[in-house]
């Protein structure tokens, strides 16, 4: 998934986020009983799998990326590195925000708006988690199998014709 589709993503969750939250508060607030279990634990739990699961597969990339460029003698990859370490960052950025989130709700969910708030606000750091493991998944797939190309085709041995024989008529 590109930016450019990934920013129109969140842009749009966020438009939608801010018309329910002023045209129909209840639907994402506490009395959505989906929605007010999954904020008091599951959301952390989620966040937390994704973290894991994508920062061990960072490192993963990142140790990739170093047998290529160690096999070409060279650094080859710098936009790739720095895309996947700015990935990194904002995926313990926003595991920390949801931690904020979560702590957070209690105090300012008060009101039908708050709770939608906070619940919205959840799901966006979720959808944002979601759409930089999928650009991760992406970068993965591109990464291109190291193969050695002989320096000289393979030879196959001359193997001989065989050539028919005459047919000797069997005896009786």
């Known amino acids: 998934m590109n930016r450019t589709l990934s920013y129109g993503c969140l842009l749009a ?29 599951q959301l952390l739990s989620v966040l937390g799998t994704i973290l894991a699961i994508t920062l061990a597969s960072v490192a993963n990339v990142h140790l990739e990326i170093n047998k290529i460029e160690e096999k070409y003698g060279r ?41 939608g708030i906070a619940n919205l606000f959840g799901m966006f750091i979720l959808l944002w988690h979601i759409l930089i493991l999928l650009s991760l998944m992406q970068l993965v797939f591109r990464i291109p199998p190291i193969v050695s190309k002989p320096s000289q085709p393979p030879t196959v041995p001359d193997i001989p014709q065989r050539t028919k024989r005459p047919r000797v008529p069997a005896k009786e």
């Open 75 to 115: 650094e080859g990859l710098p936009k790739t590195r720095e895309n996947l370490r700015k990935n990194a960052h904002w995926l313990v950025g926003l595991f920390v925000a949801g931690v904020t989130v979560a702590f957070t709700k209690p105090l300012v969910s008060g009101t039908l708006t708050g709770q």
């Open 13 to 41: 969750f966020a438009v939608m986020a801010v018309v329910l939250v002023a045209a129909r508060p209840e639907w994402v607030s506490d009395q959505n009983t989906f929605l007010a279990e999954f904020m008091k634990s």
